[in-house]
Structure formats: structure tokens, C-alpha cells
């Protein structure tokens, strides 16, 4: 029972953020195709909403890269996983018993995480700069404003609200 605990939990746990990341993304990949968002639960703030198609269009863009800057952050962790699960249920891995070929499996995954770990970070950047591009309405007043300057908007928050 110990060792179905020690497969199935990172396996249910990835699988699970797996999903909820796909969701994520063909959420911002049909907002970009279509202009409209259909997942409420993603949206920062409620009361604003993007002022045209377009900048729902890039919204969404700036979802889908984020979910994938996200996706290159947690996958590689699962390599580890599953080498240390082996590894604590007393399995032989009899391919890699040999040191040098250890070395060079562990250099090449050491070498993955590396590059999705960059390729992430350059991801969600780009996603934060598409994020602030976007135009945004809010729904009690009317105003427009850019996508920094809905951060000021929230309530109880000490910036001030923006004027146009």
C-alpha cells in the first residue's frame, strides 16, 4: 500500500495540475480566437473587463504563454519523482547501475530543468508585458484604463483611481 502511495500521490498531483493548466490554456487559446473569456475563475479582478475584442484577443495570448511558461516550471519536477519513488520501493534499475551512464542521465535532466527553467521565466515575462498592454473597463463606472492601472483600482487599495 506504502509504495501505490508513493507512485500514485506526484502522479495524481501532476495529472491534476496538468489538467487544471490545459484548461487554462484552451480557455486563452479560445479567447484569442474568439474575443470572449469563459473562465471566470482566471480573471484578476471581476469588475473589469477588457475594452474591445482585441484586447480580449491579447489577454488571452497572455494566458496561454502564461500557462505554458507555468507548465515548463512544474514539469520537470516529475523526473525526480520518479527516479526518488524507485529509488525509496527498493527497485533495481539495472540500466542505470552503470556510474557513467548515471552521470550522463542526470546531466541531461540537471540540463532540461535548466532550459525549461529559463524558457519559463522568459514566458511568464512576456506574459506580464501582454497582460499590461491590455485595455481594461470597469464595470461600476466606465473608465478605461491600461492593464497597470487596474491594479489600482481594487478595493481598499491606497493608489488612486485612474483618470481619464
Known sequence: MLEIVRWG???????????????????GAYQVFTGRSVLLFVGFHPRAVPAAAADAALEGAARVVQAVGLFLIVAPTIVPFVSATVLLTGSQMRPLDN?????????????????????????????????????????????????LDRFRWFPGSSGPPPSE
Open 9 to 27: 500521490v506526484p502522479l495524481v498531483l501532476f495529472a491534476l495540475f496538468a489538467f487544471v493548466d490545459l484548461v487554462v490554456l484552451a480557455g
Open 99 to 147: 556510474p557513467p551512464l548515471v552521470t550522463a542521465v542526470a546531466d541531461a535532466a540537471y540540463g532540461l530543468d535548466l532550459a525549461c527553467l529559463l524558457i519559463a521565466v522568459v514566458c511568464i515575462g512576456v506574459s506580464l508585458a501582454l497582460g499590461m498592454r491590455v485595455r481594461y473597463i470597469d464595470q461600476r463606472d466606465g473608465r478605461i484604463a491600461s492593464g
